[in-house]
Nanobody, 124 residues
């Protein structure tokens, strides 16, 4: 599975962005899809995930109510709608995929495939 993320950019505090990620190589309808981010000088952290069949959504507390993850299995896409952006959301955002669900989903080492990252910068 190859993943390619896009949609990052520079936005002011309170603004919105939509990140997109397209998967290729094989259908990802049976994969859990997610987003991670790596702020400057920090380690990569979990942001959001969506399961394959039930489409349950999971978020890190800091983005709950502001970000929304969605998937389109027909087009092999996953999205991250980001609203009310804050400077602390500044990071490189990565889309990811894993086959199967487990409780260690916040651990980036448990994910199988990664996109190349897209930069999101929120100015104050």
């Amino acid at each position: 599975v190859q993943l390619q993320a896009s949609g990052g950019g520079l936005v002011q505090t309170g603004g919105s962005l939509r990140l997109s990620c397209v998967a290729s190589g094989r259908p990802v309808s049976n994969y859990v899809l997610g987003w991670f981010r790596q702020p400057p000088g920090k380690e990569r952290e979990f942001v959001a995930a969506i399961t394959s069949v039930t489409r349950n959504e999971y978020y890190v507390d800091s983005v709950k109510g502001r970000f929304a993850i969605a998937r389109d299995n027909d087009d092999n896409m996953v999205y991250l709608d980001m609203n009310s952006l804050k400077p602390e959301d500044t990071a490189v955002y990565y889309c990811s995929a894993r086959f199967g669900w487990s409780l260690d989903y916040r651990n980036d080492e448990s994910w199988d495939y990664w996109g190349q990252g897209t930069q999101v910068t929120v100015s104050s």
